[in-house]
Antibody, heavy 117, light 112 residues
Framework: QVQLVQSGAEVKKPGASVKVSCKAS????????IDWVRQAPGQGLEWMGW????????YYAQKFQDRVTMTSDTSITAAYMELSGLDSDDTATYFC??????????WGQGTLVTVSS | DVVLTQSPLSLAVPLGQPASISCRSG???????????LSWFQQRPGQSPRRLMC???NRDSGVPDRFSGSGSGTDFTLKISRVEAEDVGFYFC?????????FGQGTKLEIK
């Protein structure tokens, strides 16, 4: 059973950066690609990109390419998503999810990021 | 990007009655591997999404058999044979065939 545990809620000022963590347990080398998805309040889901925590290879959605960095710590099977240049439109719940053959089998509990002056 | 259009966007159904949600894609979701990577997710209020169905019609473990998925190519449907109170929430389709992955807008299911 794969579990994804995310870091806690954040409040940031416009222009700042935020870094959200996602610790995975129960994954093996070949089946633990982690995707990041966000959901603005009352809105739908938006895919941001993915990272393989074991190799560090990442792929970003074009919309976020200039502002997002996804990294990993292989020693603890953790993935991180850092988003810079925050503005109010980035206020959302950020989810990590385990990507397995084009679907999301497991999800983290979500991290609420609030951008407010 | 592949656009997924869900309908209806909201649905109020009496307990015990059926419900149906449509998800239409702007292009075929058949992957070169032969599979159709269309999934359905349920999101109850205040919770993370939970996968109900992958590859169109493969129900996840623990998902009641009153949920079923069907369709092919560009047209897909999630059906609930008899709505129960615990089914209240948002339902999303997602395609994992083409990059970037995309989601439908979501359908809000309420009890009438």
């Amino acid at each position: 059973q794969v579990q994804l545990v995310q870091s806690g809620a954040e409040v940031k000022k416009p222009g700042a950066s935020v870094k959200v963590s996602c610790k995975a347990s129960g994954c093996t080398f070949t089946d633990c690609r982690i995707d990041w998805v966000r959901q603005a309040p009352g809105q739908g889901l938006e895919w941001m990109g993915w990272i393989n925590p074991y190799t560090g290879v990442a792929y970003y959605a074009q919309k976020f390419q200039d502002r997002v960095t996804m990294t990993s710590d292989t020693s603890i099977t953790a993935a991180y998503m850092e988003l810079s240049g925050l503005d109010s439109d980035d206020t959302a719940t950020y989810f990590c999810a385990r990507d397995h053959w084009g679907t999301f089998e497991d999800w983290g509990q979500g991290t609420l990021v609030t951008v407010s002056s | 990007d592949v656009v997924l259009t869900q309908s209806p966007l909201s649905l109020a159904v009496p307990l015990g009655q059926p419900a149906s949600i449509s998800c239409r894609s702007g292009q075929s979701l058949v992957h070169s591997d032969g599979h159709t990577h269309l999934s359905w997710f349920q999101q109850r209020p205040g919770q993370s999404p939970r996968r109900l169905m992958c590859r169109v019609s493969n129900r996840d473990s623990g998902v009641p058999d009153r949920f079923s998925g069907s369709g092919s190519g560009t047209d897909f449907t999630l059906k609930i044979s008899r709505v129960e109170a615990e089914d209240v929430g948002f339902y999303f389709c997602m395609q994992g065939t083409h990059w970037p992955y995309t989601f439908g807008q979501g359908t809000k299911l309420e009890i009438k």
